[in-house]
Antibody
Framework: QVQLVESGGGLVKPGGSLRLSCAAS????????MNWIRQAPGKGLEWVSY????????YYADSVKGRFTISRDNAKNSLYLQMNSLRAEDTAMYYC????????????WGQGTLVTVSS | DIQMTQSPSSLSASVGDRVTITCRAS??????LAWYQQKPGKVPKLLIY???TLQSGVPSRFSGSGSGTDFTLTISSLQPEDVATYYCQKGFTFGPGTKVDLK
């Protein structure tokens, strides 16, 4: 069964940084598009960022553009999200999700890692 | 960017009822439409992709239809385990969600 395990969340002050990781297993990681989706407490889903299988194509939501950087290491079966200049409105559960195609459906999701931005 | 709307925002129905949720996109595109189910405190789960294709393991009481900008998720006979929030997704945009409760 496909497994996605996020880590790296926590409490950080406004303006601070965090790096999220997603460890993938039980599928050929380098064959798939990967995504970060977030959900603020009590709110809906927001697509944060996407990276193609090779890493050559990347998308960011306007709300995080210029502050967040997505990357992947296919040799380590890992996905990352570097988050800088964090704001209170970035507080959310961050999910790693596997995509079948660019902007396509997300067939497997991790359990999520919680990021809280607060002074 | 595409905007997605869903209606209703919430509904209450009885066990066995037929439930219909509508999703509308602000513009048509090549991107297919997907539906997700999120139970309280749980991770979103893919139900339907490419408008009407049921994800493996999803009960057949769930179905999807539509084209262009208007899409529908139908639960033919609501079960207690279907209490959840349902989200549509087209491209990089999710709908705001429809919360389904038991009456």
């Amino acid at each position: 069964q496909v497994q996605l395990v996020e880590s790296g969340g926590g409490l950080v002050k406004p303006g601070g940084s965090l790096r999220l990781s997603c460890a993938a297993s039980r599928f050929i990681f380098s064959d798939y598009y990967m995504n970060w989706i977030r959900q603020a407490p009590g709110k809906g889903l927001e697509w944060v960022s996407y990276i193609s299988s090779s890493g050559n194509t990347i998308y960011y939501a306007d709300s995080v553009k210029g502050r967040f950087t997505i990357s992947r290491d296919n040799a380590k079966n890992s996905l990352y999200l570097q988050m800088n200049s964090l704001r209170a409105e970035d507080t959310a559960m961050y999910y790693c999700a596997r995509g079948v195609s660019a902007a396509g459906h997300l067939d497997y999701w991790g359990q999520g890692t919680l990021v809280t931005v607060s002074s | 960017d595409i905007q997605m709307t869903q209606s209703p925002s919430s509904l209450s129905a009885s066990v066995g009822d037929r439930v219909t949720i509508t999703c509308r996109a602000s513009q048509g595109s090549r991107d297919y439409l997907a539906w997700y189910q999120q139970k309280p405190g749980k991770v979103p789960k893919l139900l339907i992709y490419a408008v009407s294709t049921l994800q493996s393991g999803v009960p057949s009481r769930f179905s999807g239809s539509g084209s262009g900008t208007d899409f529908t998720l139908t639960i033919s006979s609501l079960q207690p385990e279907d209490v959840a929030t349902y989200y549509c997704q087209k491209g990089f945009t999710f709908g705001p969600g429809t919360k389904v409760d038991l009456k």
